[in-house]
């Protein structure tokens, strides 16, 4: 059974910085690119950042590009998100998901996001 | 990257069938068969339904259906069942590793 736990959530000041962790077991963590998706209070889904299979592309999202930092330790089969200069609008529920690929002609296509997390939840207060 | 267009909330009673668009551009929808739709339950983590536009994950009910046409994906729900009281986010792929959700639909059985 595939299970993603994430771990590291709380309360952090403003500017301050957090780190987010997901352990994966169930499947072989190092053949699927994974992602972060966080969710603030009452709102919707917003995809935050993802990393391919052997972590030598990462991508993120405009509002947390040049703060946050995503990595993957596959001999701990654990995804991490660093999260720098942390603002209050940050302050939300942050899952941990793995991405689908399928197979096309020439190359593999991201599909979607088959298995997530419970949710780890980081506050910004002051 | 701005978020998907979807209606605020969608609303049928037992056994009717409804539809939820998610309106997209040409750089994610129009331009990548690759559209996911998630089902969320309130205090829950999201749901994986349907991915490249039409196709059903293993497990998922066949009352679950998706069509794309340009820059306009739909999710519909046939059948409605009280079990399908949710909200339904639709997502794209929209180039170099990234992507974009949309803002959710609440779908609510009369």
């Known amino acids: 059974e595939v299970q993603l736990v994430e771990s590291g959530g709380g309360v952090v000041r403003p500017g301050g910085p957090l780190r987010l962790s997901c352990a994966a077991s169930?499947?072989?963590?190092?053949?699927?690119?994974m992602t972060w998706v966080r969710q603030a209070p009452g709102k919707g889904l917003e995809w935050v950042s993802s990393?391919?299979?052997?972590?030598?592309?990462?991508a993120y999202a405009d509002s947390v590009k040049g703060r946050f930092t995503i990595s993957r330790d596959d001999a701990k089969r654990s995804l991490y998100l660093q999260m720098d200069s942390l603002r209050a609008e940050d302050t939300a529920l942050y899952y941990c998901?793995?991405?689908?690929?399928?197979?096309?002609?020439?190359?593999?296509?991201?599909?979607?996001?088959?298995?997530w997390g419970q949710g780890m939840l980081v506050t910004v207060s002051s | 990257q701005s978020a998907l267009t979807q209606p605020a909330s969608v609303s049928g009673s037992p056994g009717q069938s409804i539809t939820i668009s998610c309106t997209g551009t040409?750089?994610?929808?129009?331009?990548?068969?690759?559209v996911s739709w998630y089902q969320q339950h309130p205090g829950k983590a999201p749901k994986f339904m349907i991915y490249?536009?039409?196709k059903r994950p293993s497990g998922v009910s066949n009352r679950f259906s998706g069509s794309k046409s340009g820059n306009t994906a739909s999710l519909t729900i046939s059948g409605l069942q009280a079990e399908d009281e949710a909200t339904y986010y639709c997502?794209?792929?929209?180039?170099?590793?990234?992507?974009?959700f949309g803002s959710g639909t609440r779908v609510t059985v009369l």
């Open positions: 040409s750089s994610d929808i129009g331009h990548y068969n690759l």
């Open positions: 490249e536009a039409t």
């Open positions: 998901a793995r991405i689908m690929f399928v197979e096309g002609s020439t190359t593999f296509y991201p599909v979607g996001f088959d298995y």
């Open positions: 990393i391919n299979w052997d972590g030598s592309s990462t």
């Open positions: 997502c794209s792929y929209a180039g170099d590793s990234k992507y974009v």
């Open positions: 169930g499947f072989t963590f190092d053949d699927y690119g």
